[in-house]
């Protein structure tokens, strides 16, 4: 398995663990050459989002990917962690309706956690 798929594979959980809403992992390694996976996933407060980004972070660091980039984190609206192979954006939902990542990546191919190995 390829290093961003096993890293795609740790987010995923770790933003499952925190109770992440609607976590989609989208495969854009065909249609951009920043990342090759997007993990999208809401939280119901300000708190939830933070905790979230806060295990992602802490799990993928665990496994020897640490963090190049974090965004947002300050307001816990809307996070965006830059691993290099993969990016995770953790939402509140106003913001994740708002800006509806989902749609402007639709080029890229929805994968299922299966398919990563869950």
């Not at 987010?11 to 990342?35: Q, W």
Request: hydrophobic share 40%; charged share 35%; proline share 2%.
């Amino acid at each position: 398995m390829d290093q961003s798929k096993k890293m795609a594979r740790i987010a995923y959980r770790a933003l499952e663990e925190k109770k992440g809403g609607d976590v989609k992992l989208i495969d854009i390694s065909t249609v951009s050459i920043m990342a090759d996976y997007f993990l999208i996933a809401d939280g119901a407060n300000e708190n939830q989002v933070r905790a979230m980004a806060d295990n992602v972070e802490e799990e993928l660091a665990r496994a020897g990917h640490p963090l190049k980039q974090r965004e947002g984190y300050g307001t816990g609206k809307w996070i965006l962690l830059d691993f290099g192979d993969i990016i995770v954006h953790v939402f509140d939902k106003e913001n994740r309706l708002f800006y509806d990542l989902e749609r402007i990546w639709r080029d890229g191919k929805a994968i299922t956690p299966e398919e990563i190995g869950e």
